[in-house]
């Protein structure tokens, strides 16, 4: 099976690219929320991202995951989970892997190697369930290196830790789109390969 990973900016047209891509791989999918609506706009944005999916003409089934997404994809793998044509996508990793740092590292970050190698950790986890997941899988995640660099401890360990997580995966999917101003550009496609040199 494919696996395909998505990345760009905020507001850059990812989802949108990533669910049309996905509802061509299959008939119906499954659509891993990870994101905790924890304030009034969060639940708007969840409520809308329902209701554009629902009117998509796709059969999507939402399951809202906001930690356990290795077990999710590993259950969603076992053997008569998943009858007929599904795919499956998840939005966001970058909601996922924030929700994981912020369960580590409640002290906000004083032990910075400590959370590293526990971020890893579940990088890697993720990253083997990616690997061995038999269905299409879409996975979507942000860019967020590119920009100014954050102001707290806290926010360097996600930025480097986002970094490290979307290297590694990028590694184990078959292809990998940048989406910019809504145009996706297939990554893959076009990379330098040191073999060329």
Not at 152 to 171: C, E, S, W
Request: hydrophobic letters at 45%; proline letters at 4%; a neutral charge.
């Amino acid at each position: 099976a494919v696996a395909v990973l998505v990345t760009g900016g905020a507001r850059s047209g990812k989802s949108r690219f990533a669910e049309s891509y996905a509802a061509r791989l299959a008939s119906r999918g499954i659509y891993v929320a990870t994101a905790q609506p924890l304030d009034d706009e969060m639940e708007r944005r969840v409520r809308a991202h329902r209701e554009e999916r629902r009117l998509s003409g796709f059969a999507w089934e939402t399951v809202e995951e906001p930690l356990d997404l290795v077990g999710l994809l590993d259950r969603l793998a076992a053997p008569g989970a998943q009858a007929g044509r599904t795919v499956v996508l998840v939005d966001c990793l970058t909601l996922w892997l924030s929700n994981h740092l912020l369960a580590v590292c409640p002290d906000g970050g004083a032990d910075r190697a400590r959370v590293e190698r526990e971020m890893d950790g579940r990088i890697e986890a993720l990253a083997g369930a990616v690997r061995r997941f038999p269905l299409p899988l879409v996975l979507v995640t942000n860019e967020v290196g590119a920009g100014i660099v954050p102001e707290t401890a806290l926010g360097r360990m996600f930025r480097d830790a986002a970094g490290r997580m979307n290297q590694r995966l990028a590694g184990v999917c078959d292809r990998l789109f940048l989406v910019v101003s809504g145009i996706p550009v297939d990554l893959k496609s076009i990379a330098f390969r040191m073999d060329e040199l």
